[in-house]
């Protein structure tokens, strides 16, 4: 475990009612700007409480409506826009983690002279941000409670993550009952986002790092028992209310302080993404049992193995037995117990026209990572995930 710093300044106010917190907006300016999806916060009453909220102490609102599940470099133009030319003094973002990434960029943006699609492909020129709040409504990405962000520019089949400390927000609200009228399918999609955050996480050659993992392991089990009852019982506080806090620290930076390596798998997703819009998490839910059969050698089997008997309470004593059964229970999980789609076919990819260049973008993206993929090992990968 090498040496690391770690910091969250995001102040979290967790449970039922905490949106009274908005009212602290004041501190900050008269002015906030916004920032919702397709209009689900106002049919369920979080819409109008926010604007009460706000009105009561004396900050304004602009909006940036009409956020797309994966955001948009024109939503994000939009919205500085309206930042500098309303003279608005913070950001405040009611969604999921696409809205929050949103924010963040718009953000960022209004503190920046140039197009903000550089602060993009350029993480290095964001210097400042506006100060940015969150009301949580989807678990998913952790976006609540980290300083990153994943815009897209679908006219370039583009999909990038950028991310500086001034993006972390400030606060942040996570009720889980604002959740309970998530549906399956995004219920699903939403857990399988938080465990592939701990996967990239967990599965790391860096020794040592004992307390990272057992942690990742409690994440990852919380998960596995949470989510199928959220999918039962959608009002269930109790599953909604885990799998909201379990989703925040999966991405954090606390279950991979000391221990980081590349991500590779929400690399070869952003691509799926960029070139065929579809959901995020289904796209990892696809390609994670993929990638984890195409990695497992002699060299990461204990590694499986260990994973196999700490989150699924597998037994055995021959490693690459054991971490066969890991994979396959987790490919269960993903397309049986959670009902997600089992490949690339089932949500509309249908053959390997583009393969080749996604994998040769998402290789350059994943440089570092666990076990170092070529963009061969790539085009391999969504192949075995058609």
Request: with cysteine; charged share 20%; net charge negative.
């Amino acid at each position: 475990m090498y040496n690391f710093t770690f910091h969250i300044p995001t102040t979290i106010h967790f449970g039922k009612g905490q949106i009274s917190h908005l009212a602290e907006l004041a501190q900050y300016g008269k002015k906030a700007l916004l920032c919702y999806g397709s209009g689900s916060i106002k049919r369920n009453g979080i819409y109008d409480e926010a604007l009460r909220i706000l009105g009561q102490v004396g900050v304004k609102v602009e909006e940036l409506s009409g956020v797309e599940p994966n955001p948009r470099i024109q939503t994000v133009r939009r919205g500085v826009e309206t930042c500098k030319a309303t003279g608005v003094d913070m950001v405040l973002a009611i969604g999921g983690g696409s809205t929050i990434d949103c924010a963040k960029v718009v953000a960022a943006g209004a503190r920046y002279d140039g197009d903000p699609w550089n602060l993009v492909i350029h993480p290095e020129k964001i210097t400042a941000a506006l100060p940015i709040f969150s009301v949580l409504t989807l678990s998913a990405t952790g976006s609540e409670m980290d300083p990153f962000a994943v815009i897209s520019d679908m006219d370039k089949n583009e999909k990038w993550g950028t991310g500086a400390e001034c993006m972390k927000p400030t606060m942040s609200v996570l009720d889980p009952t604002y959740t309970f009228t998530v549906s399956c399918r995004q219920t699903a999609a939403g857990t399988a986002d938080m465990m592939s955050h701990t996967f990239e996480n967990y599965f790391t050659m860096e020794p040592g790092a004992y307390v990272q993992q057992r942690m990742a392991e409690g994440l990852l089990r919380t998960m596995i028992h949470y989510g199928p009852i959220a999918l039962e019982e959608p009002d269930n506080y109790e599953a909604r209310a885990n799998l909201m806090w379990a989703a925040s620290h999966a991405i954090n930076g606390l279950v991979n302080a000391g221990a980081a390596n590349a991500w590779c798998v929400h690399p070869m997703e952003h691509e799926l993404s960029a070139f065929y819009d579809i959901t995020h998490g289904e796209g990892l839910a696809i390609l994670t049992p993929a990638w984890m059969e195409h990695v497992l050698s002699v060299r990461t089997a204990s590694m499986f193995a260990t994973y196999g008997r700490n989150v699924w309470g597998l037994q055995g004593t021959d490693d690459m037995s054991v971490a066969r059964d890991a994979i396959a229970k987790t490919r269960e999980f993903f397309f049986v117990t959670m009902g997600m789609p089992a490949n690339l076919r089932a949500v509309g990819i249908d053959g390997e026209k583009n393969f080749r260049v996604m994998a040769e973008k998402a290789a350059a993206g994943s440089k570092g990572s666990f076990v170092p993929l070529t963009a061969d090992d790539i085009v391999e990968i969504y192949r075995a995930a058609l």
